[in-house]
Every structure is written in structure tokens, then in C-alpha cells.
T-cell receptor, first 113, second 113 residues
Framework: KQEVTQIPAALSVPEGENLVLNCSFT??????LQWFRQDPGKGLTSLLL?????REQTSGRLNASLDKSSGRSTLYIAASQPGDSATYLC????????????FGTGTQLKVEL | NAGVTQTPKFRILKIGQSMTLQCTQD?????MYWYRQDPGMGLKLIYY???????DKGEVPNGYNVSRSTTEDFPLRLELAAPSQTSVYFC????????????FGEGSWLTVV
């Protein structure tokens, strides 16, 4: 059974700092890995999707990497801003039908002024 | 284009009552999902559908039922509500194919007392 773990569970940083969020998964037979952002009381917004054949994806100040063989992904946020404060979740789609996502428990990020 | 719409946003149920959470999407997505999110936990898949007339169980289906009579709608029914079903419920949809973005509704907060 696929298990997805995110470390740390919570993180507080000063504005402007570069930071890394970690995601690990136990079964390397994945189709892709996605990073989501969740604001309090809201649904999830997809940030980046990395296909299993790719090593990284970038969008603005965000860069996500994937090392499938070691079962790890990182989300790098450059020059953090208070507006980046949210919970960040990673999820993997495993091989097999339905494109079902298995989620990690998330990292709650707070960027302070 | 409204995306994924869930109703109701909030609901309090008494133990043993039944109710239906509504989900509709206007993006002509064939895949739809219901997840639940408990405090401090990742999302767990309840049921999913890969097209009208086709549904399948996820990781935590007990106590729930679904139907998919149209492409747009994917209601989730709770029968004989129990306190363990107190949670936030998210509906999501995507096109088939592992490289496609998944879109989430804003969630339905359910409390069973």
C-alpha cells in the first residue's frame, strides 16, 4: 500500500527566505506526483504536476523535483511571501485504474513579516 | 465556468440521519472523486467514478454510497450518520489521463452529533 509522508508538519519562516518542503512515498510505481496548496476553509489548488519521466517542474517562484527511485520529491519556494502561507500537500497517482491520488498529511507553512 | 461546485457548505446531522452531498462540474470531466479530510490528516478517497454509470470504492467507502447518472453530477449519500463521519468532504474532477490537472470543490463541512 502506498504511503505518502510530508516533513515537516509545520514550518514558520521570515519573509524573503527560501524554503524546501519534503515529500516521500513508499512505492516508486507512480504515474505522477502533484503538489497542492490549501488555504483555510478552501479546497485544494494544483500547483505543479511532475510526470514520472520528469525530474522537475517550475512555475514562477516554485520548483518541484522528483526522484522516483528514492521515493522523494521536494517543493522549493523562493523568496517566500506572507501570501504563501497555507498548507501544502503532495499526492501521487499510482499505476492502475482511476487516476486515484494518495495524499500526504501536508506541511502547514507560515511566512511572517 | 464555475468549476466544481459542492453543496451544502456546512451541515449538522444527528446520529442516524441520512443526507446527500451534491457535487457538479461544468468542465465535461469524465473522472470524479469524493475525498474526506480529517483534522491533521491527508485526504482519503471514499468513492470515484471514471464515467457516467461507473463507480468504484476507494479507501474508506463504508457508510457511503454514490451514483453517477450524468457526466456532470456525482452525489455522495451518507446513510445512518455516525460521529465518525464528522469531516470535511471534497469533490474533485479531471479528464482521464494521468497528466491532467485535478480540480477540487471548496468542501462541505459535516458535523454529526
Amino acid at each position: 500500500k502506498q504511503e505518502v509522508t510530508q516533513i515537516p508538519a509545520a514550518l514558520s519562516v521570515p519573509e524573503g527566505e527560501n524554503l524546501v518542503l519534503n515529500c516521500s512515498f513508499t512505492d516508486s510505481a507512480i504515474y505522477n506526483l502533484q503538489w497542492f496548496r490549501q488555504d483555510p476553509g478552501k479546497g485544494l489548488t494544483s500547483l505543479l504536476l511532475i510526470q514520472s519521466s520528469q525530474r522537475e517542474q517550475t512555475s514562477g517562484r516554485l520548483n518541484a523535483s522528483l526522484d522516483k527511485s528514492s521515493g522523494r520529491s521536494t517543493l522549493y519556494i523562493a523568496a517566500s511571501q506572507p501570501g504563501d502561507s497555507a498548507t501544502y500537500l503532495c499526492a501521487v497517482i499510482i499505476t492502475g485504474g482511476g487516476n486515484k491520488l494518495t495524499f500526504g498529511t501536508g506541511t502547514q507553512l507560515k511566512v511572517e513579516l | 465556468n464555475a468549476g466544481v461546485t459542492q453543496t451544502p457548505k456546512f451541515r449538522i446531522l444527528k446520529i442516524g440521519q441520512s443526507m446527500t452531498l451534491q457535487c457538479t462540474q461544468d468542465m465535461n470531466h469524465n473522472y470524479m472523486y469524493w475525498y474526506r479530510q480529517d483534522p491533521g490528516m491527508g485526504l482519503k478517497l471514499i468513492y470515484y467514478s471514471v464515467g457516467a454509470g461507473i463507480t468504484d470504492k476507494g479507501e474508506v467507502p463504508n457508510g457511503y454510497n454514490v451514483s453517477r447518472s450524468t457526466t456532470e453530477d456525482f452525489p455522495l449519500r451518507l446513510e445512518l450518520a455516525a460521529p465518525s463521519q464528522t469531516s470535511v468532504y471534497f469533490c474533485a474532477s479531471t479528464y482521464g489521463g494521468v497528466g491532467n490537472t485535478i480540480y477540487f470543490g471548496e468542501g462541505s463541512w459535516l458535523t454529526v452529533v
